[in-house]
T-cell receptor
Framework: ETGVTQSPTHLIKTRGQQVTLRCSSQ?????VSWYQQALGQGPQFIFQ???????GRGNFPPRFSGLQFPNYSSELNVNALELDDSALYLC??????????????FGPGTRLLVL | AQSVTQPDIHITVSEGASLELRCNYS??????LFWYVQSPGQGLQLLLK??????LVQGIKGFEAEFKRSQSSFNLRKPSVHWSDAAEYFC?????????????????FGKGTKLSVKP
């Protein structure tokens, strides 16, 4: 069974640029959630996708957007990068449609540095 | 507001000693509670979870946690720590996503406790 994978592992961008991060969910999982983990902080929920639709969203601006594909893989796009966007971006998959309390399985993350 | 507090930013214990990591939550309903561990350069690995029933939950790697509703706590324990347990530990509550009219949820994490193990 393949776990959650993310690419790239590291990325450096400059302020104002756009970035796309990718996630492949664990086999059989239909829901993907994205989290941002700033240095020294716990992960913060960005949004969740189920059956290619946004299922829920945290307190992040619209320049954070996402997609989910028919194979349940997902992308996180961030436009107009700001210095504060520097963080570890974690993808998590689950198999219950994003129900409250269901277990989420995390990938290793993409570390983004914005200069 | 829903929140999770981990009062200890950094804890150091000797190898073989017992461990307790504290977690307090604020949540209006019966909480779904999780403990995750994060090693350097890695994602989060689930240690254990509590949904209902027995308030003492067993997890992987010899960890356990006890849910105490009266204290709004879900502390993580291990009787004998190994050097490989050095990592960052996160407590999380499974919260409902407001405004979506359904039963979707997300995880709300504490800020984490970094565990160092002395030889």
């Amino acid at each position: 069974e393949t776990g959650v994978t993310q690419s790239p592992t590291h990325l450096i961008k400059t302020r104002g640029q756009q970035v796309t991060l990718r996630c492949s969910s664990q086999s059989g999982h239909n829901t993907v959630s994205w989290y941002q983990q700033a240095l020294g902080q716990g992960p913060q929920f960005i949004f969740q996708y189920y059956r290619e639709e946004e299922n829920g969203r945290g307190n992040f601006p619209p320049r954070f957007s996402g997609l989910q594909f028919p194979n349940y893989s997902s992308e996180l796009n961030v436009n107009a990068l700001e210095l504060d966007d520097s963080a570890l971006y974690l993808c998590a998959s689950s198999l219950g449609g994003g129900l409250q309390g269901e277990t989420q399985y995390f990938g290793p993350g993409t570390r983004l540095l914005v200069l | 507001a829903q929140s999770v507090t981990q009062p200890d930013i950094h804890i150091t214990v000797s190898e073989g000693a017992s461990l307790e990591l504290r977690c307090n939550y604020s949540y209006g309903a019966t909480p779904y509670l999780f403990w995750y561990v994060q090693s350097p350069g890695q994602g989060l690995q689930l240690l254990l979870k509590y949904f209902s029933g027995d308030t003492l939950v067993q997890g992987i790697k010899g960890f356990e946690a006890e849910f105490k509703r009266s204290q709004s706590s879900f502390n993580l324990r291990k009787p004998s720590v190994h050097w490989s347990d050095a990592a960052e530990y996160f407590c999380a509550v499974g919260a409902a996503l407001g405004g979506y009219g359904g039963s979707q949820g997300n995880l709300i994490f504490g800020k984490g406790t970094k565990l160092s193990v002395k030889p």
